[in-house]
């Protein structure tokens, strides 16, 4: 069956480097995203990433994709204390316009000054 | 702000009891998706409607139904209320001119208190 995997917490320092991992099961994903949702809001589709890619650079944002492996990383550079958010990762098994996400329980991230 | 706009904001009501939710999708898009957001089961899909009909559907419970208008907005209708429908509804929409069918763009969504 389809599962998405993620830490539940991440604490780092402003300036440093985030890195969010995430794992699943279902090797047939198309699509793989990640989403940011702030306290009291709703998500916020930050980036997503080809199956057959294995990077995705986005300003700030990097995403690597493990396929063989089924990982997926999101690496923020520089984080500031606006990214102070839960990082969601999900994964859309059929794409296109049946693709209805699957979603990790979200990784809290927590940005210290 | 996404485009999507959902209302309303918050939803206080007693068990058994009977909501509807509504949902505008992007201007444009074509797919609407409803997920539930809890803190026990996390997110997930309910059901998506494409262009007024029902395409896929996920952990929907039997008390729940929604419908998708002419005009593209949709409608979530939760009836015979518990307390574990508790949680925040989220709606989510694709497949317009101005984004592809790959990206989903999420509403603020509503939340659901039942006591």
């Known amino acids: 069956g389809e599962d998405v995997e993620q830490s539940l917490f991440l604490s780092v320092r402003e300036g440093d480097s985030s890195v969010i991992n995430c794992t699943y099961t279902d090797s047939s994903s198309t699509y793989l995203y990640w989403y940011k949702q702030e306290p009291g809001a709703g998500l916020q589709l930050l980036t997503y990433i080809f199956s057959n890619m294995d990077m995705k650079q986005d300003q700030r944002l990097t995403v690597l994709l493990n396929k063989k492996d089924k990982h997926l990383s999101l690496r923020i550079a520089d984080t500031q204390t606006g990214d102070s958010a839960i990082y969601f990762c999900a994964e859309s098994i059929e794409g296109g316009s049946q693709g209805n996400l699957i979603f990790g329980k979200g990784t809290k991230l927590s940005v210290k000054p | 702000d996404s485009g999507v706009t959902q209302t309303p904001k918050h939803l206080i009501t007693a068990t058994g009891q009977r909501v509807t939710l509504r949902c505008s999708p992007r201007s444009g898009d074509l797919s609407v998706y409803w997920y539930q957001q809890s803190l026990d089961q996390g997110l997930q899909f309910l059901i998506q409607y494409y262009n007024g009909e029902e395409r896929a559907k996920g952990n929907i419970l039997e008390r729940f139904s929604a419908q998708q208008f002419p005009d593209l907005h949709s409608e979530l209708n939760l009836s015979s209320l518990e307390l574990g429908d508790s949680a925040l509804y989220f709606c989510?929409?694709?497949?317009?001119?101005?984004?592809?069918?790959?990206?989903?763009?999420f509403g603020p969504g509503t939340r659901l208190t039942v006591l």
């Open positions: 989510a929409s694709s497949g317009g001119p101005s984004g592809g069918y790959n990206e989903q763009f």
